[in-house]
């Protein structure tokens, strides 16, 4: 996958998909693609995938 260790790249992360808010944070920033293993499974199936980031920078919290 070509983004593994490419250029960094906004991203932003919550716990949930909810709205944001103090029990559910926002964190935007910049990162790096460390790992990425494709999603596998059946028709019709939730699809799930792991992927791992490191920061490039500074993350900005917000609940807003």
Same mark, same amino acid.
């Given at each position: ?11 932003? *992360?919550?716990?949930? &998909?909810? *709205?944001? &808010? ?39 919290? &917000?609940?807003?």
């Amino acid at each position: 996958f070509s983004l593994i260790g490419a250029a960094a790249f906004a991203i932003a *992360v919550r716990i949930t &998909s909810a *709205v944001a &808010s103090a029990t559910n944070p926002n964190f935007n920033g910049n990162a790096i693609l460390v790992s990425y293993q494709p999603a596998s499974g059946r028709h019709g199936d939730l699809l799930m995938t792991n992927a791992t980031f490191a920061c490039a920078g500074a993350l900005t919290r &917000s609940v807003a």
